[in-house]
């Protein structure tokens, strides 16, 4: 029997996730393509994977227990998470696998399960998989699956992208590729756009993915498009499904900034329903009153970019982000695609004529973030009383400021959040909750 997560699930907030020969094997990988292959019922599936050096492996083994347990596999190679969601929809397959541990370390990596719908699989099929990979064991068909070629699905996502994107020419941008699957793709996109690209970070060299750039380090991006006197600078994560902006002042903006933009683009376009964007609990209140300013209601869910899909699927709203950078058109796909999020912002800068950083100009409300590392995230994380001092050093904030506390979703980590108006005000608050946490819990 398999022993992976200490509750018994096997899938995090994000699919499955972990250091690679630890946590997330080659065999666990091969029983996850078994349940797919399964469910296929002669159909087929999809595959993809970013540059980790573990990447490739775990597709092999994905690959190889769908295929015996009958369903053909499509495999993409090295493309981006929005592109599986992509080539799983347009394919008719029975569902996808991106191998990535998104804006994780090379050590660790994942799998991501899509829906032939393109969306993400949700608990229940988490559940059923999970039945699967508990039980240890292959199902054998009678009829084994075999490799279909692929070549094709990664080209009418690239053109999708462009046609989506329109003509970019005029425009000079700098793509952080993050040394991962955006390298695969991202370029050539621009390019064709007729962008003068400059990407940097854009090596197909796993081992460096996310280490040092990429979206999780805007700063080298600002600089970048400093030197380059560029006009925008866009960075990825690891596998592309989210991006954080620079503007042409090397100004750093988040997935509530490109919310924003793109938001009041839409409105103005005639395109947003209901004038409505879907943000989460960690949207800054400062983009929600800009928003509103604008003739737009901010509808919030929890954080997750799958909680803002389901949001937008079930109300029929057309954008949703999360402040990380997961922007999701839903005229395009049901989940985040950080290269075609940059496409659209850098065509309302060259269709407005205007530069992004007066697109994207609100007033912020100063947040301060904390975090402490423990293996009980959860459980501090509801506990009473904390719950009882968070309220009481929220009341010093006013109306204005407010404090989250959550487990993070796929890190050993309690995640505090203060937000006020007052800059002083949100890091004591931040920084009260932390010391109480680190005084009054075994971590």
Known sequence: ?????????????????????????????????????????????VIGRDTRPSGENLARAVAEGAMAAGADVADLGIVTTPCVAFATRASGAAGGVMVSASHNPARYNGLKVFLPTAEKLPRDGEERVERHLARGRLDYAERRGSPLPATSLKEDYISAVCVRAGRLSGLRIVLDCACGAASAIAPEVFERAG????????????????????????????????????????????????????????????????????????????????????????????AEAALKESGITL??????????????????????????????????LPT???????????????????ELSSLAAFRRFPQCNAEVVTEHKFAIAADAELA????????????????????SGT????????????AFLASFAARAVELFVRTHYSL
């Not at 997560?5 to 630890?22: L, M, N, S």
């Not at 929890?302 to 999360?322: F, K, P, Q, S, W």
């Not at 695609?337 to 940059?342: F, I, K, N, R």
């Open 1 to 45: 029997m398999l022993d992976f997560g200490k509750d018994g699930k096997f899938f995090g907030t994000d699919g499955i996730r972990g250091i690679y020969g630890e946590e997330l094997t080659d065999g666990l990988a091969m029983l996850l393509g078994n349940a797919l292959g399964s469910a296929a019922k002669g159909g087929h599936i």
């Open 195 to 286: 962008a003068e690209v400059h990407a940097t970070s854009a090596s197909l060299d796993g081992a460096h993915i996310n280490d040092g750039c990429g979206a999780l380090h805007p700063q080298v991006l600002a600089e970048a498009v400093r030197a380059k006197d560029a006009d925008l600078g866009l960075s990825f994560d690891g596998d592309a499904d989210r991006v954080i902006a620079c503007d042409e002042q090397g100004n750093v903006v988040d997935g509530d900034g490109i919310l924003y933009v793109l938001a009041r683009d839409m409105l103005k376009r005639g395109s947003l329903p209901f004038s409505a964007a879907v943000g989460t609990l960690h949207t800054n209140m400062g």
């Open 299 to 332: 509808v919030r869910t929890d954080i997750g970019d799958h909680n803002v899909t389901r949001c937008m699927l079930e109300n029929g709203y057309a954008i949703g982000a999360e402040q990380s950078g997961h922007v999701i058109l839903g005229d395009f």
């Open 336 to 354: 985040g695609d950080g290269v075609l999020a940059g496409a659209a912002l850098a065509a309302v800068v060259r269709g407005s004529g205007r």
């Open 388 to 407: 009882r001092f968070a309220d009481a050093v929220r009341g010093m904030l006013g109306e204005d400021g407010r404090i989250m506390l959550r487990g």
């Open 411 to 422: 890190e050993p980590k309690l995640r505090i959040m203060a937000e006020s108006k007052d």
